[in-house]
């Protein structure tokens, strides 16, 4: 193993910005009185948690009173889905979303299926787009949300959010999306877009894990999903996490106030990762769209090598990345995100997703495409051996 770390998998998590954990501290220490205790230390909980909500309203052109706190993303997608499912069950029981979902999303709708929800699983094309032909011919009398996320996880393609929420509106039906890949990383307008629902999550954005939260616009019927005390008007019940919800509204306002200057360093380093890998390493492909991508996201196939083999090669030598997503990683299935598009289980199998941050730099790329040529050249070798060992022996 080596001592360097070269860390490429921000989709699965971030670093924490320092100033993001020096804002937390006193939170735990000094001011660590219970928001919801009525004496005046605990009153600056309250404001630090109502400062918070201004904050990360303003980053998306909503109002404060539409940001409820969670613990991050899968409980925001949760509750989005099931609260809709449950508030809205009167005017219907159809749900829309697409085959390239969060399983955070996918098991909810799956869950919602077993309460006799129907869900439409909406396909993409071969660049992970939804298809908006089908989703408008998927609308019935009796749809009640459409779920599509900002940005997927795996390939980082851009859905047509805009499109999307026009389409809802049109039908008066609810839109929710998963930003949690999104939010933060590119701009995004709840009120230009026509989203009802969005969910995000802290980690994902260089703030702290288990913190998230799901802005709700304030015209829908909402019911909650955790129950207890009154905790976020009541929606929400549950002691809020003063230092995470200070540390996550910290790392919104400085993601926002760099959002430029980070898109364009992270596009840069892409566009040149994208194009030596593909000059150099043969029988490759790069999975997702050429451009309509999250800035720091990349996916490719090495055809004739197991990315399982890679990620442990990888691995040996410092270099963090992922193949599929971080919570299903484990999972021997081929990613259904990666099959949605059209690859066999074999290329699905053969994928790696790197994912870099505004710190990586050309020299870490170098250094990484050097690995990669030299492992993928000797695995191809091996595995070309053991093929012909194998067909020896039958
Ligand atoms: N949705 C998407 C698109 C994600 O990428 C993730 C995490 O990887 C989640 C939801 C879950 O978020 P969290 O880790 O905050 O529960």
């Known amino acids: ?19 993001v954990v020096d804002e937390m501290l006193k939170y735990f220490t000094i001011l660590y009185g219970n928001p919801s205790s009525v004496y005046e230390f605990a009153g600056k909980s309250r404001d630090a948690i109502e400062n918070a909500r201004q904050t ?6 909503a109002k404060p009173n539409e940001i409820y706190f969670t613990s991050g993303g899968t409980e925001s997608d949760n509750w989005a889905l099931r609260a809709v499912a ?33 869900i439409s699983y909406i396909d993409v094309d071969e660049y992970g787009v939804i298809k908006l032909q089908r989703l408008k011919e998927n609308i019935r009398e009796d749809t009640i949300l459409i779920s599509v996320m900002t940005a997927n996880n795996e390939i980082g393609t851009i859905q047509p959010v805009d499109e999307i929420g026009q389409i809802a509106k049109s039908k008066d039906i609810i839109f929710h999306t998963d930003a949690v890949q999104y939010y933060c990383h590119l701009p995004i307008d709840v009120r230009k877009s026509n989203i009802d629902l969005l969910s995000a999550s802290a980690h994902k954005f260089n703030g702290p894990k288990g913190i998230g939260f799901l802005y709700i616009n304030e015209r829908l019927k909402m019911v909650p999903l955790i129950f207890g005390g009154s905790q976020e008007s009541g929606l929400r019940a549950g002691t809020q996490n003063v230092p995470s919800i200070v540390g996550m509204a910290k790392a919104a306002e400085l993601a926002h106030k760099e959002m430029n200057s980070r898109i364009r360093t992270e596009m840069m380093n892409r566009e040149y990762f994208i194009g030596r890998v593909l000059r ?16 720091g996201n990349m996916n490719f196939s090495f055809q004739f090598v197991q990315s399982a083999e890679l990620l442990a090669m990888l691995d040996m030598e410092g270099i963090c990345v992922s193949s599929g997503s ?64 194998n067909k020896a022996r039958r």
């Open 1 to 19: 193993m080596s001592d360097k770390v070269i860390y490429m998998d921000n989709a699965a998590t971030t670093r924490t910005r320092p100033e």
């Open 56 to 61: 990360i309203a303003s980053t998306l052109n």
């Open 86 to 118: 449950k508030a809205y069950k009167s005017k219907g029981r159809h749900i829309i979303t697409s085959k390239i979902e969060h399983h955070a999303i996918l098991n909810s709708a799956k869950n919602l299926e077993d309460l006799d929800y129907k």
């Open 280 to 295: 150099e390493i043969p029988y490759t492909r790069l999975n997702g769209a050429r451009r309509n991508r999250l800035p």
């Open 326 to 389: 971080a919570c299903s990683s484990g999972s021997k299935e081929a990613s259904h995100v990666l099959t949605a598009i059209g690859l066999d289980d074999e290329l699905a199998h053969s994928s790696l997703r790197f994912t870099i941050s505004e710190e990586t730099t050309k020299d870490e790329i170098d250094y990484v495409i050097g690995i990669l040529k030299k492992i993928i050249a000797q695995k191809r070798k091996d595995n070309r051996l053991i093929g012909y060992y």
